[in-house]
């Protein structure tokens, strides 16, 4: 049992993993500045876990006031560092929003552990740092490509931060790097989920919002890939699989587990599946039609991408347990709750 900081704790995978690990009997310090996020999803988590996390509304980006928290709750044992920025399209519009919030508040961070005697930090990466790799499932050895956008920049980016930072102060710091696949889906009790901003860019919520009828129809963007049907395949992971990793990634640094002071795991399935897999299946397992066309690619997107989990498995005893039926199902149970409880609109 320890004290654990997660940054971002009130977003959608943060909120998730601030549950696993107090599910797991560790103590969790959330820092979040709300940007997208909402403090109602204190009371999500409260309910599921019965206990109400520490809460402070703080920008990773402001180093005297990330200084002051660790002043105020001290013996952290680790860090999760979920905040930051994620949607593509606004990085390439905005760059510098994108760099300065997500690599300064990884500065902060790895500036402040030793002055605060915090060995651990797991890092929020990205599959997005492989692009197109050449050969599928991809490994963790699998060369990283240029990135397509800041946003996929800033992960590669934090990585070598990270990898630099350890490489001068080995006896300081160790970090592990998890690189996400596609997370969707949504906690079963249906009491935390995905939340976004408006229009959703990612593509579970624009099905869920389609299906509930907030959305005319859903754009699928491209069948002209080299893919069974067309469509392009990712790696959909179960939100709350991938948030189970964080608590035996963290487990596994205080237990002095590691193998070197840097490790990367791929947080995957294994399995691929393309966008009209995914709105068939959700067809399929709620009963409720999902209006799309077929649109132009979108700019920036790979064509397959899947992961080959075998090294999280065996290192980090960890796997991808739940079916995407259910992980399906977790999302629609989700939207309706939004919808009865009026935030839609
Ligand atoms: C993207 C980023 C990834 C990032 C993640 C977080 C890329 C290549 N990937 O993942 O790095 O971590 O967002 O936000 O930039 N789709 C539709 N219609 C829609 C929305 C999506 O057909 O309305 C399709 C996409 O073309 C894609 C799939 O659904 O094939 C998944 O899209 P999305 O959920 O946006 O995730 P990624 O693009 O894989």
Not at 14 to 32: A, C, F, W
Not at 113 to 129: A, G, K, R, W
Request: glycine share 8%; net charge negative; with cysteine.
């Amino acid at each position: 049992m320890a004290k654990i900081l997660v940054t971002g704790g009130t977003g959608y995978i943060g909120s998730h993993t601030v549950v696993e690990l107090q599910n797991s009997g560790h103590e969790v310090v959330i820092i979040d500045n709300l940007s997208n996020s909402n403090i109602e999803v204190l009371n999500g988590i409260e309910k599921i876990s019965g206990i109400r996390p520490a809460f402070e509304n703080i920008d990773c980006v402001d180093y005297v006031s990330m200084d002051k928290m660790f002043e105020k709750h001290q013996n952290i044992k680790a860090i999760i560092h979920f905040a930051a920025s994620k949607a593509v399209g606004e990085s390439v519009q905005k760059p510098l929003a994108y760099y300065r919030n997500n690599l300064v508040s990884l500065i902060n961070l790895l500036q402040l552990m030793p002055i605060h005697h915090i060995e651990n930090i797991v890092f929020s990466s990205s599959c997005t740092v492989y692009g197109q790799p050449d050969q599928l499932p991809v490994t963790e050895n699998a060369p990283i490509k240029p990135a397509l956008s800041p946003y996929g920049n800033t992960k590669q980016i934090g990585e070598e931060i990270i990898r630099d930072t350890i490489h001068a102060n080995p006896n300081h710091y160790q970090s592990i790097i998890l690189r996400y696949f596609n997370p969707i889906g949504a906690h079963p009790t249906a009491e935390i989920g995905e939340l976004p901003n408006g229009i959703p860019n990612n593509l579970l919520p624009f099905v869920t919002q389609t299906a509930i009828g907030l959305r005319k129809q859903l754009q699928v963007f491209g069948n002209n890939y080299n893919t069974p049907d067309g469509s392009a395949v990712r790696d959909y992971i179960h939100v709350v699989d991938l948030a189970k990793a964080h608590v035996l990634a963290v487990e596994r640094m205080l237990m002095n587990k590691t193998k070197n002071t840097v490790e990367i795991f791929n947080l995957g399935t294994g399995r691929g599946l393309s966008v009209l897999e995914i709105i068939n299946t959700f067809e399929k397992v709620t009963g409720v039609k999902v209006p799309y066309r077929i649109v132009d690619r979108r700019e920036g997107d790979i064509e397959k991408v899947w992961a080959e989990p075998g090294y999280a498995n065996s290192e980090l005893g960890w796997v991808a347990h739940e079916t995407v039926e259910e992980t399906l199902r977790s999302a629609w149970a989700w939207e309706l709750k939004l919808a009865e409880k009026g935030k839609h609109e």
